[in-house]
């Protein structure tokens, strides 16, 4: 079993920076695969970034591609989502998510545990 919990995220003016932490407790955090999903209102639930258990393995959506960052500390138990020059499309709420292996890593049914989201809102 492991807990997820989100935080950093706020209200942004459209070119702005925010970085999303995801802090994990439970059964060791090195052995997840994390990934990064976001839900806008009236929207489906979207990929976003994940990661291998190492890190050396990373994955984006196209939509944020040269602009978000993910990374995690292993030993911190904490997996990161640096957002750069963000968008008024970027609003959402923002979940991450735990699997035990990278395979599929951008399929949201595939990830065992979620958090319960932080809200990144844009603001034009």
């Known amino acids: 079993q492991v807990q997820l919990v989100e935080s950093g ?3 942004v003016q459209a070119g702005g920076s925010l970085r999303l932490s995801c802090a994990a407790s439970g059964r060791s ?4 695969a994390m990934g990064w999903f976001r839900q806008a ?14 890190g050396g393995s990373t994955d984006y959506a196209d939509s944020v591609k040269g602009r ?3 990374s995690r500390d ?9 957002m750069n020059s ?19 890593p951008r399929a949201a049914h595939w990830y065992a545990y979620w958090g319960q989201g932080t809200q990144v809102t844009v603001s034009s």
């Open 74 to 82: 292993n030993a911190k138990n904490t997996a990161y989502l640096q």
């Open 41 to 54: 209102p009236g929207k489906e639930r979207e990929f976003v970034a994940a990661i291998s258990w190492n």
């Open 68 to 70: 978000f960052t993910i």
């Open 9 to 11: 995220g706020g209200l």
């Open 86 to 104: 963000l968008k008024p499309e970027d609003t959402a709420v923002y979940y991450c998510a735990a699997k035990l292996d990278y395979n599929r």
């Open 29 to 32: 955090f090195s052995s997840y």
